[in-house]
């Protein structure tokens, strides 16, 4: 030890009178903690213990940090043995509410479509994108490209001929042939349909042509019998071929009268996908503007989509290794275009383009996140560097961060035996920017209750123990707030929030003990070996000189009461010297909050009520919780597709789902499935009873009721939000051999068998196949097709990701009653138990509610939890009252600012304000604490106290968090 810590000062005497206050007012706090547990003989024994360990801090370090380092260890053992099973990361985020009934029918249709998956006359081997199975075109299986106008309509002649030139080069990018959705001829297509395996294996050995992508910007084939004038050519576009046979691309002619004529025509046809010309009308007015149409040939945007297909180059079927194909497109499609693209490819002006594909978002924000691991680096950087410049010691530094990551793996095991939890999660993760600043806190409380017990004691055994005492006792207080806070998300409804919770509390239960146990030795090693090492080549010495050197003692009066031989009490002065930044927070500091208690009260009154006012404004956002800038083109992609493209129902309309043939008291069996995996979720319940045929009638009638438009259950009416219902097509084909066969097939006696024979010849048909085959879900059970049940998909006329929870929730009870309301009456009455069913839609709705409900009953459990553990640490109830009345102004100024900021509370926000009580419990316990240990009989004189011990101790823990 440096022997300048022990010079005897020479004494300067600061007085500091008490205030004189009525003893009615005045505070009697009653027996501190250290008063009321610890007796003498216990802190004699405290004291020898921390004496002994003094004389060998070799020995104590290695063992401490020994421990530590064989829980690392074991930890990795575990982990390279047994891999995921033991630790079973996922960047799944379980926010569900798995109980709850929308979600369990929601997830029965899922799995049910998972397991009820065969395909009927699945030939052995596929086309290498079969048109008879999910292989063909899919919806998801694209890359699209938004363009806008910098001003006017978007179709004007220029801008068109930007976007063709645009397009063919995008189509001549790397290995796009080897990925775009073939264009089959029907021989070929027979082949497959025959199950002509040689025949098959030489088609999908030679090379094919891509089908044509579904854009704007492209011209008709007349050889297939219409001129591109007329709305029946095919493919659609405002472009025109003067030939009678194919034209090439660089063939295409691009004419203004022709392009305005060919407008004109989409713009004033009817879609209908019953017919050649209705289909067309379709399919263009998906690629446009909503506003276009109905007389309108303006339009404010358009959208090309580059289709692709399955099964990819390499694989047999589209049920060889799924996951893999979506994935190896996934890949192709980022690597080849993220970059090209956002590099800007249209030059000139005059419009500009956003894109999105197939598993491209997934990709940028996987990227994304690998930089922001950065910032958690940076974090732990930042944080180190400041212990260790705050401390002049790159030892105390760097253990004390070691000792924060050390927690993870104790934690985990408490979290994964103890608490037998099998998911670690992206919300897990963060948890290591809530230890970083806990952890650094408690590091600062204790070194600096470590320099204080200089000033009284030259003993390191001395010193350690009144550090251990008073210290923990403070963090103590602290951590345990802290940690019933984060416990207290182990009731919520969210896995994800549940297993947060646990895990956070644990860290902080480790990381006292690890302060208290391991921390000490470390301060040992450092003072008996390392004080006297430079720091950066001794310049923080100077910093640290101002801010900790004894730069005179300080005589303070009237702070300890002795009794005089006749039994009164007096005031006896004590000397006692101070760091220079505890001596600030004692006279300048607090002469200054004393002086101007009465107005720093009332700006404060005025701050809360203001920012409770703002509180009072917050609403549950009705949007998807918003993770990218809006500037970003994913973002952009996100929010302008729904905007520009709802006909129809865009991609973020909500959908309603009918099931029939899945249980509906019953739909899912979760037994031996864990809430937190979101892979298996379950099996679904099939209902016995269900009968196709016979409930076939009585479906059809809520498939055509369900699509007329209706503001009360949001539906915009066919054609143009048409319901996604197998048996609508279906009736209409058997109408066309016998208009009275229907009712013979169907209904109450129904002749099943001929039923059955005509549905089967029906979906033989690849167009009908690869349209309906995702409605239609049987399940090969011991050699037989079964059909399992039956889905119908309707887009309403609402967004999911800007729908009002208490509105959702109306709309899904309309919806509950409706369905309900079919069996009412005939054709579905009398065949109610054949049919049975449900109405499936908007679990997301009450997810969004029970966030907002539960981040407020979270911050007022916390609060309750924090007021009753600082009311046992002071053992005062009023002090524990104004600590926990701090932390309430905390939590209300939080919540003010998210109507300043123009935010609502979302996913994201609610979880963020359930955390508020945790963190702000830190601070405000260490001065409530402090202000009960402080010698001083007056309330200004425990203040100076309180913030001469802690002061420095706060602002350090607020740097280090705020890092």
Not at 33 to 54: P, R, T
Not at 151 to 160: A, M, R, Y
Not at 756 to 764: C, H, I, K, Q, S
């Amino acid at each position: 030890m440096t022997d300048h810590m022990y010079k005897a000062p020479q004494p300067v005497s600061v007085e500091m009178v008490p205030t004189q206050i009525s003893p009615a007012l005045s505070c009697n706090e009653g027996p501190s903690l250290n008063q009321g547990m610890l007796d003498e003989k216990l802190e004699g024994k405290i004291d020898f213990v921390w004496d002994a360990i003094s004389r060998q801090p070799k020995k104590a370090y290695c063992i401490t940090c020994g421990s530590f380092c064989g829980f690392f260890f074991l930890f990795i053992v575990i982990l390279m043995v047994a891999g995921s099973s033991f630790f079973p990361f996922s960047s799944d985020v379980p926010i569900y509410l798995r109980g709850h009934v929308t979600k369990q029918r929601s997830d029965a249709i899922v799995e049910g479509k998972d397991i009820a998956d065969y395909t009927l006359n699945a030939p052995d081997i596929e086309l290498r994108q079969s048109v008879d199975t999910l292989g063909g075109e899919r919806e998801d299986l694209t890359l699209e490209i938004i363009y806008f106008p910098e001003f006017g309509d978007v179709l004007e002649t220029k801008i068109l001929q930007k976007m063709f030139e645009f397009e063919q080069r995008v189509m001549a990018r790397n290995e796009f042939a080897d990925h775009c959705l073939i264009d089959y001829n029907s021989t070929e297509v027979a082949f497959e349909q025959s199950n002509n395996v040689d025949m098959i294996t030489k088609i999908n050995s030679q090379s094919h042509n891509c089908a044509v992508h579904h854009t704007i910007v492209w011209a008709c084939d007349p050889s297939l019998g219409t001129p591109c004038s007329k709305l029946a050519s095919t493919p659609i576009g405002l472009m025109n071929c003067n030939k009678s046979t194919t034209c090439t691309p660089d063939e295409f002619i691009l004419e203004e009268n022709f392009k305005v004529q060919k407008a004109h025509t989409y713009a004033n046809s009817i879609p209908d996908r019953n017919t050649v010309e209705g289909l067309n009308s379709n399919n263009f007015l998906k690629l446009v503007d909503s506003q276009f149409g109905a007389g309108n040939q303006i339009a404010k945007a358009v959208k090309t989509e580059f289709t692709f297909g399955a099964p990819l180059k390499g694989y047999k079927t589209v049920n060889d290794d799924p996951d893999g194909q979506s994935e190896d497109l996934a890949q192709w499609l980022y690597d080849e275009y993220h970059t090209w693209l956002g590099d800007g490819q249209i030059s000139g002006g005059g419009v500009s383009y956003i894109y999105n594909g197939h598993g491209m978002l997934g990709l940028y924000i996987q990227e994304v996140m690998v930089t922001d691991g950065m910032f958690a680096i940076a974090s732990m950087v930042f944080v180190l560097v400041y212990i260790a410049f705050m401390t002049s010691s790159w030892w105390l530094a760097v253990m004390g961060m070691g000792q924060i990551l050390m927690c993870f793996p104790v934690a985990y095991f408490l979290y994964f035996g103890i608490f037998q939890q099998r998911y670690f999660g992206v919300f897990n993760m963060l948890s290591i920017f809530i230890i970083l600043g806990i952890g650094a806190d408690d590091i600062f409380v204790f070194l600096d209750t470590w320099e204080q017990s200089g000033h009284k004691f030259k003993s390191l055994g001395k010193r350690m123990s009144y550090t251990w005492k008073h210290a923990g006792k403070a963090m103590l207080v602290t951590s345990l707030s802290t940690m019933i806070s984060f416990m207290s998300n182990a009731n919520s409804s969210f896995p994800a929030i549940q297993t947060f919770g646990i895990f956070a509390a644990m860290l902080v239960l480790v990381n006292y003990c690890a302060v208290m146990v391991f921390y000490p030795t470390v301060v040992f090693m450092f003072a008996t070996f390392f004080e006297e090492w430079k720091f950066c080549c001794g310049w923080p010495s100077k910093f640290a000189t101002l801010v900790k050197q004894e730069l005179r003692p300080v005589t303070f009066k009237n702070v300890k009461i002795v009794m005089d031989e006749e039994g009164r009490e007096q005031f006896e002065e004590e000397v006692r010297s101070e760091p220079a930044v505890s001596q600030w927070f004692r006279e300048s500091y607090s002469s200054g909050i004393i002086g101007a208690k009465i107005g720093i009260i009332l700006i404060f009154i005025v701050v809360i009520v203001v920012f409770g006012i703002q509180a009072s404004k917050v609403e549950a956002d009705p949007k998807n919780a918003q993770f990218m800038p809006s500037s970003n083109n994913y973002q952009k992609f996100l929010d302008e597709n729904p905007k520009h493209f709802a006909r129809g129902g865009s991609v973020n309309a909500v959908k309603m789902i009918f099931a029939w043939g899945i249980d509906k008291e019953n739909p899912i069996d979760r037994s031996g499935t864990l809430a937190t995996d979101v892979d298996d979720p379950g099996k679904p319940v099939w209902d016995p009873n269900f009968d196709l045929p016979v409930a076939a009638r009585c479906m059809l009638s809520i498939c055509e009721k369900a699509q007329e438009k209706s503001d009360e259950r949001k539906t915009g009416g066919y054609p143009d939000f048409p319901i996604d219902c197998f048996l609508i097509d279906f009736k209409k084909h058997v109408d066309a051999n016998d208009t009275a066969l229907w009712n013979k097939i169907t209904g109450l006696g129904a002749d099943k068998n001929t039923f059955y024979e005509l549905l089967a010849g029906w979906l033989n048909t690849p167009k009908v196949m690869s349209m309906w085959k995702p409605y239609i879900h049987a399940e090969l059970v011991d050699g037989q097709i079964t059909l399992r049940f039956i889905s119908t998909e309707l887009k309403l006329t609402v967004e999911s990701s800007n729908i009002d929870p208490d509105d959702g929730k109306a709309l899904w009870n309309t919806w509950e009653d409706w369905f309900n309301d079919q069996y009412n009456s005939e054709p579905c009455k009398s065949v109610a138990a054949q049919a049975g069913g449900f109405q499936s839609s908007l679990d997301f709705i009450y997810v969004r509610a029970k966030l907002v409900e539960e981040a407020l009953s979270g911050i007022y459990f916390s609060i309750g939890l924090a007021f009753a553990v600082l009311t046992l640490a002071t053992t005062n109830i009023l002090v524990a009252f104004f600590a926990v009345l701090v932390i309430s102004c905390v939590v209300v100024c939080t919540m003010g600012m998210i109507p300043i900021l123009g935010w609502k509370l979302g996913a994201l926000e609610s979880i963020g304000l359930v955390m508020v009580p945790g963190l702000s419990v830190d601070f405000v316990a260490h001065l409530a604490e402090a202000y009960i240990e402080s010698e001083s009989h007056d309330r200004e004189g425990r203040v100076r106290d309180m913030l001469a011990r802690v002061g420095i101790s706060v602002v350090s823990g607020a740097i280090s968090t705020l890092g």
